[in-house]
C-alpha cells in the first residue's frame, strides 16, 4: 500500500514538474537587447522535424520575417539546441527596424518552412521598457535576484478599477514558484507602509523567507495588494489589486 | 641718443624678469595615507542603500531606496586585521542582519596596497568581492563598501549595494 502510494506521489510530480518553456536567455530584456529564446516542441506537431522556423508577431504587427506561410526564409531558421528543442536569437529592434518605444510585446510560433506542421502560438512575452511607464503594480529594483532585497509597490494613482483606485493597501501577498511550477511554502503577507502620495511599498528578501524543495530553486513570484474600502453605507470592507509576476533574474 | 636709451632701459628690463623669475622650492610632502591602517579594525554598518543600475542609466525616477531600516542591516560588522602592516585575517558578525557579505572569517587582500580599490575576502575556495567607496581616512571616519549584482546571462552589473560603516 505503501509502495502504491509512493508511486501515485511520483507520477504526480513527473506530471506537474514541468520546465519553463519557453525559456529566455536573459530572462528578462528590452528591445534593445539581444535574447535568444529556445522553445521544446515535445507533443507538439513539430516533434520529430529536422528544421524549424520562427513565425513571430506582437503589438508593431508581423515580423518583417514572416514572408510567407508556405515558404519561410533562411533567416527564419532556427537552431537546434537539443532533441526537439529549437531557439532562435533576436534583437527586437534590429527585428523590426523599429525604435524601442515602438515594440512593448511578441508571440511566436515553430513551423516548418512550408507550414506544414506548427506549434500553438506562444505569448505575448513584455520586453522591458526603455521609458519609465508608471503603472499600479512595479518592483524594485526592476531585475532581481532571489538574494535580493526586493520591493512591491503599489500606485493607486494608476489603479484600474474603483476599488484599486479607491483602496487603502493594508498588506501585500507573496506568492512564490519554483523552477518546476510548483509553489514553495506557504504565501507571505507583508505589512505596507506609505512611500508616497498614492504609494504603499513593501520588501522582503525571497531566499530569507522562503525555501525551495531539494534539488529545485526559486524561479518567480507573484504580488497583490490587499486593503479596505469603504462601502455605499459606510461600512469597511477588504479588496485586493489585480495580481503580476516576477521572474527572478539569474545573478553571477 | 634717446633711442640708445630706451634700448638700454628695455634690456635691462628683460635682463631682469629673466633673472627674477626663479621656480619655487618644493615643500617636504607629508607622509603617504596608509590606507590599510585606516581600514584596520572593527567596523559596524550604519546605512544601506540599493541602487537600480538599468533605472539610474535610463535616468528613470526610482533609481535608489534607502533600506537600512527595512532589514536589521546595522547589525552587521566586520573586522579587519593587519599582519605586518599588510592585509591579514577578517572577521563578519551578522548578528539578525541579512549576510551582506557571507563569508564569517579568512583571510583579505586588495588590488593595490597604495590605493585600493578592491577588496577580496577569501575562505578556502570561496571568495568575495567588495569595491570600496571611500577611504575612513583625513575628515572622513567613514568605510563605504560596495557589492555589485551582476546578471550572469549579460555580464552587466543591475543592482548595487552600497554600504556605510563607523569605526567601533
Redesign the interface.
Known amino acids: 500500500m505503501k509502495k502504491l502510494l509512493y508511486l501515485i506521489l511520483f507520477i504526480s510530480a513527473g506530471l506537474f514538474a514541468k520546465a519553463q518553456n519557453p525559456s529566455f ?3 528578462t530584456f528590452t528591445a534593445e ?1 539581444q535574447v535568444t529564446l529556445t522553445f521544446d516542441v515535445t507533443g507538439t506537431p513539430m516533434a520529430g522535424s529536422s528544421e524549424a522556423y520562427i513565425w513571430l508577431w506582437g503589438n508593431a504587427g508581423d515580423s518583417p520575417l514572416n514572408t510567407s506561410w508556405t515558404n519561410s526564409p533562411d533567416a527564419a531558421r532556427m537552431t537546434a539546441a537539443g532533441t526537439n528543442k529549437w531557439s532562435f536569437t533576436f534583437t527586437g529592434t534590429v527585428l523590426y527596424g523599429l525604435p524601442p518605444a515602438s515594440l512593448s510585446n511578441f508571440n511566436f510560433l515553430v513551423k516548418k518552412k512550408d507550414g506544414s506542421a506548427q506549434t500553438s502560438n506562444q505569448g505575448p512575452f513584455n520586453f522591458d521598457p ?3 511607464t508608471p503603472t499600479m503594480l ?1 518592483v ?6 532571489a538574494d ?2 526586493v ?1 512591491v ?1 503599489f500606485d493607486k494613482a494608476y489603479g484600474v478599477t474603483a476599488n484599486e483606485q479607491r483602496m487603502t493597501p493594508t498588506t501585500a501577498t507573496i506568492t512564490m514558484v519554483d523552477d518546476a511550477g510548483n509553489n514553495v511554502g506557504s504565501p507571505l503577507n507583508l505589512t505596507v507602509r506609505k512611500t508616497g502620495e498614492t504609494i504603499w511599498s513593501a ?1 522582503y ?1 525571497p531566499s ?1 523567507s522562503f525555501t525551495p524543495s531539494t534539488g529545485r530553486k526559486l524561479f518567480k513570484f507573484k504580488y497583490k495588494f490587499n486593503g479596505t474600502v469603504l462601502d455605499p453605507g459606510g461600512a469597511t470592507i477588504t479588496v485586493t489589486s489585480s495580481e503580476t509576476e516576477v521572474t527572478f ?4 | 641718443m634717446q633711442k640708445l636709451f630706451r634700448a638700454g632701459l628695455m634690456m635691462l628690463s628683460v635682463s631682469f624678469l629673466l633673472t627674477a623669475c626663479q621656480p619655487d622650492a618644493h615643500k617636504e610632502l607629508d607622509a603617504p595615507r596608509n590606507i590599510l591602517a585606516s581600514l584596520e579594525g572593527t567596523w559596524k554598518l550604519t546605512k544601506a542603500t540599493q541602487v537600480d543600475e538599468s533605472a539610474k542609466a535610463k535616468g528613470f525616477p526610482f533609481k535608489e531606496i534607502d533600506i537600512t531600516t527595512l532589514f536589521p542591516y546595522t547589525d552587521f560588522r566586520i573586522t579587519f586585521n593587519l599582519n605586518a602592516g599588510a592585509p591579514g585575517t577578517f572577521t563578519t558578525v551578522p548578528g539578525a542582519s541579512p549576510k551582506i557579505i557571507k563569508l564569517t572569517s579568512g583571510t583579505w587582500s586588495v588590488d593595490n596596497a597604495a590605493s585600493p580599490k578592491n577588496i577580496t575576502l577569501t575562505s578556502g575556495a570561496s571568495t568575495e568581492v567588495t569595491t570600496l567607496g571611500g577611504y575612513p581616512v583625513g575628515a572622513s571616519n567613514t568605510l563605504k563598501l560596495a557589492v555589485a549584482r551582476v546578471e550572469a546571462a549579460t555580464g552587466k552589473t543591475v543592482i548595487t549595494y552600497s554600504y556605510e560603516f563607523a569605526k567601533q
Open positions: 536567455s536573459p530572462a537587447d526603455l521609458v519609465f512595479r524594485f529594483p526592476g531585475k532581481v535576484g535580493d532585497v520591493t509597490n520588501s528578501i530569507v533574474t539569474t545573478m553571477q
